[in-house]
Structures are given as C-alpha cells and as structure tokens.
C-alpha cells in the first residue's frame, strides 16, 4: 500500500482484515502462504540460471554448434579441447558473477532478527520473515523493524533510518496524522523496514513486508533485469557477423564443390569442417578471463563489479552520478570556528561547547565527536551535576557543571531552538546584552550567512544555576546566548583535481546528497560545478518523469533527495 501513513488507523485496521490485538493464527498462516508463493526462485535455481547465462552469447553458440560438428566429423580431439574452453569460460564468468551479486543479497537479507508480534491478543516471538500485513508488532530499543508500519501507539520513539535517508540524527516518531505526500524523511506516524529503534517504545501495523516495503524495492531494483550493455551489444553484433559469414562461405563452398563435381558427402564434410575452422574458439575465453582480472582490480579498490560486460561501459561514460559525504567529502564532520554575537572567535563559546559534548551522555553523534576533537581543553577541575538529554521536539540538550563551587548550566543545539530561550547574549568584551529586535535580527543574518557558505551551525548558550543546581527541561529559560559553532565536512584533498580530469575526459559529475540545499549549493561552488540550478527532494515529488528528464541535464547538484529519488533521477538521466 502506497503512502499508508496518509491513512488513518481504523482504515487500515479494516482494510487489511486485522485489529488491535493482531491477526488469528489462522489468517497469519494464509498470508504467509500468500507470501512465499510471492518469493523469488531458490537458491540453485537461481545459480544455474546465471550458468546459463553465460552461454546465451552468439559466439559461445556458435562454439556449442563447433563442438557438434566436431563430433560428428570425428575429431574428437578438437571437440574435447573447444568443449573445455567453452565450459572454463562459462565456469569463470559463473562464478564472478555470483560473487558480486552476494552483495545484492546482503542488502535483501538486512534483517535476520526476531520481531514481536500480537496473535489471538497474545504477544509472541517469529522470525521477522514471517511477519504479514496486519500483524501488530512491539517495538523496543534496540530492534530492528521488520515490515513497513503504521505507528498505533508511541512513547519517546526515536528511529535511526540512516539506512534509507542517509541523517545521521534520529528521527522522531509519534502517532497521529501526516501531511499528505510527505517526503520520506518527514512521515512521522510510520516507520520503515530495516531502520532501528534507538530508544522508545511503540505499538505498530506492519502494512508492507518484504519486497512491497521501500528497502525491498531497492533491493528488488539492483536484481531486475538490465538492459544489454553496450558491450554485450557489440560482441553480439560481431558473433552474428561471424555466423553469417561462417553460414556464408561454408555454403558457397558447398555450391563450388558440387558444381566442380565433387562427391555429394564429401563435399558437405569440407563445408562442415570449413565452419568449425572458422569458429573464434579461444575469443570468449580471452573476454572473459580479460574482464575477470579487470573485475579482480576493481574489488582491490572496492568496486563491486555485478556483470563483467559492465566493465566495458566504463569507457562509455559521459556523466558520473556520485553521492557528496564521504565521496567528494571526507564524511568527517570538524569544528570551523566558534564565534561570538560580534563574529569574532571567542575560546569561551569553544570550551562551553566542548564541556557540553564532553559530559553529555545521550545519542553518540559526530557533531559532539568533532566539539571534542576540536578541543584540548583540561577539564579535571569541571564536574558533571546534571543533564537533560536531547529529544529532538526541544533540539537542545543542556548540562550542569561545576567549578570552584559554581554552577553553569550550558545549553547547545539547534540555533532557533537556543534562540527561542535566551533573553540576554554576551559579547566579545563579555558585556551582557539584552536580545531585542535589532539584536535578533543580527544574530538570524549570522547564522543565514553561515547557512550560506555551507556550514552546519549550532548555537551555545548558559547560565549560572548555583541557587538551584538541578535541572529539568522547565529550566531552559532567560538564557544567556553566548555564541555560534560552526562545523564543515570539506571536500577530499585531491577531488578538484579528479574532477578536472573527469572532464578533461568528457565526463560530467553530478552531485546527487540527502544534505541540505545550502550545503550541497556550497560544495559544488568549492569544487567548480554549476550551483545556480539545484533540484531539491521537494522539487522532485511535484515534477513529472518528463519534466524532469528536460530539467536534469542542466543541474549539477540534486540535495535533500531520499534513495527511491536518486534512482528516479539517474533513469532520468
């Protein structure tokens, strides 16, 4: 079902035959036999498919029709030795193929857990395979979802579905309603097969497993049959050359010797043995041990190499789709700077910063890792007091140290979210300052203009609580905002040269990111791509396929895009 979060509860408690306290037994059974009629052929059936594959070649049949010729002239010697050739070849490219397509299956076998579900209102443990739609699952920290569900009940759910959006942060999730046509990212009432439960608790309808959930179509995607390459298509064309030609001459040959009067069988045995010595025998063998070793180098450098002719499209390649973080970036977030309200960089806003990722005990994240890493600061005479963790409705996260029997609460976070707490802010001097309108105003243009460069920022705030040293989250009020932290993932040493010479060669880079516009807009602008025409992820749900294959070649950079899109856009492509 499409779209399911759009629905409400009772609707699809009706539609798929089920209530609050689960499927019978009974139903279960059915709509698990329902679902392994659905699945893909076995194991060894699939393997010997792929074996056959590797003979559909015109040359490899016209060294099959070689091999009976041979035989039946005789020369079985000469048979023997094509008949092997013919069977390394097919063996070689069997078994390159079957490794590669291994990683297929990792990704179509994520979960191999056990899920919790509700049958005749008791609770009960299966093997995630078996989980159908209408089965009400129980999901707690540290499980991994086994279907595409709605969310019924929820207390403090947070999901890592870095899996299928690339963020990093936890997604927060909670029952109720969501916008029609929500972007992935943004459905909060349901949660999706083979992300995570970091912490929190819920009740959720499985409405999609296996293949119908969004990781499954990805999956299903990478096994669909691909068009011939260009390659294959080439070796095709020349295979039936080879034919004709063979076809040809063998029967010109035949007509000649019998117009010359020569004796009716022997003259076929000449035509016949004309076409085995015209067979390329050893040719399918030289591709493929040719393309294997290439395939062997690639996996030396971490390319997964699914179909040996693809090798060849390599040299074909015109534009490069590639991801941003951790392909044109290092993937390692770093602290910038740390400025004050006047811009300038302040060791104060660092140090409270890195006192608050130093102490803070909540999700691991690689903001808190890159504030710690950015400090060297000695913290033996600071004590941890309190905390509030981070949820992600407040995006703060405040704790309480202590020095020299003072206590301050120290605040960071999303900048409007700290924003929305602070009344005072402090300057370079270390002069307090009242946040009016004109203050305000300022600090949104800083933090716009650091948008802009392609910065992630955060904003660090305080206050001293020595009156009343422990916390809650009532206490994140008449703050004092000290300042911004400014973090980056720059480009790798070396990639404006790489791209240089991947246009030199006629090849264009296209940028395809689930990181923020700005972001995105930024990177392309450092490494020389076009970035006056981004298409977003919001772009792409209201475009039509047509559209959109008009508007792709003139863009360099697709950011906030969720992994069915970035398909979408290299078939556009």
């Known amino acids: 079902m499409q779209s399911f979060w759009t629905h409400t509860s009772e609707e699809l408690l009706q539609t798929l035959n089920t209530s609050v306290n689960g499927l019978t037994q009974q139903a279960a059974y059915q709509k698990q036999q329902q679902q392994s009629k659905l699945k893909v052929q076995k194991p060894w059936i699939k393997d010997l498919l792929l074996l056959l594959s590797q003979y559909k070649n015109p040359l490899i049949l016209l060294l099959v029709f070689a091999v009976i010729l041979s035989t039946v002239l005789g020369e079985y010697s000469e048979s023997l030795i094509i008949l092997i050739v013919l069977l ?43 989980v159908v739609p209408g089965d009400i699952v129980l999901l707690n920290a ?43 990212s943004a459905v909060t009432n349901a949660v999706f097969k083979g992300t995570s439960v970091i912490n929190g608790t819920a009740t959720v309808l499985a409405v999609n497993t296996g293949d119908e959930t969004i990781i499954g179509k990805i999956g299903f995607s990478l096994q669909k ?42 003259s076929i045995l000449f035509a016949l043995a004309l076409a085995v010595g015209l067979a390329p025998e050893l040719l399918p063998a030289i591709v493929t041990i040719t393309l294997s070793a290439g395939a062997k180098r ?50 104060k806003v660092l140090l409270y910063a890195f006192l608050n990722a130093y102490f803070q005990t909540g999700f691991f994240n690689p903001i808190d890792e890159a504030i710690k890493n950015a400090s060297t600061t000695i913290i033996q005479s600071y004590k941890k007091l309190d905390e509030v963790p981070y949820d992600f409705i407040r995006k703060r996260l405040s704790i309480v140290v202590t020095e020299n029997d003072k206590h301050i609460m120290i605040t960071k976070g999303a900048v409007d979210n700290v924003l929305a707490v602070c009344t005072k802010a402090e300057n370079t001097n270390n002069k ?72 030199e060669t006629g090849i264009a880079l296209k940028i395809i990111t689930g990181d923020n516009r700005l972001v995105a807009n930024h990177l392309a602008l450092q490494i020389g791509l076009n970035a006056e025409n981004v298409i977003s992820g919001k772009d792409l749900e209201t475009m039509t396929d047509d559209a959109l294959r008009m508007n792709v070649r003139q863009a360099d950079v697709f950011a906030e895009v969720v992994p069915e899109q970035k398909e979408r856009i290299v078939k556009a492509f």
């Open 432 to 503: 307090t300052l009242v946040i009016d309108e004109a203050l305000n105003t300022l600090l949104q243009i800083q933090y716009k203009k650091f948008c802009e460069q392609g910065f992630k920022t955060i904003a660090v705030c305080y206050k001293d609580v020595s009156s009343d040293p422990v916390i809650n989250k009532d206490d994140e009020t008449q703050m004092i905002f000290l300042g911004f932290l400014v973090l980056s993932d720059s480009p790798k040493k070396g990639i404006i040269a790489s791209i240089n010479r991947l246009k």
């Open 225 to 266: 049959e691909q068009n011939p390459t260009a390659f294959e298509k080439g070796i095709n064309k020349f295979g039936y050359l080879l034919m004709y030609l063979t076809i040809i001459i063998s029967v010109a040959i035949l007509i000649i010797n019998l117009a010359l009067g020569k004796p009716l069988f022997d």
């Open 298 to 347: 690639m996996a030396g450098k971490k390319v997964i190499v699914k179909k040996l002719s693809a090798i060849q499209n390599l040299g074909e390649i015109d534009i490069l789709c590639s991801d941003k973080t951790g392909t044109i970036t290092e993937g390692i977030v770093k602290v910038n700077t740390a400025v004050d309200i006047d811009g300038k960089q302040n060791d």
């Open 142 to 184: 540290g499980d991994i979802i086994p279907a595409d569900a709605y969310i019924l009940e929820a207390n403090d759910l947070h999901i890592n579905e870095s899996v299928l959006t690339g963020e990093s942060f936890p997604a927060e999730k909670f029952e109720g309603e969501c916008k029609v046509n929500a972007p992935l």
């Open 88 to 130: 390394l070849t097919g063996i070689l490219g069997f078994y390159q193929e079957r490794n590669a397509g291994k990683a297929v299956e990792q990704l179509r076998q994520l979960v191999h857990n056990k899920a919790a579900v509700k049958r005749d209102g008791v609770e009960k443990e299966i093997p995630v395979d078996e």
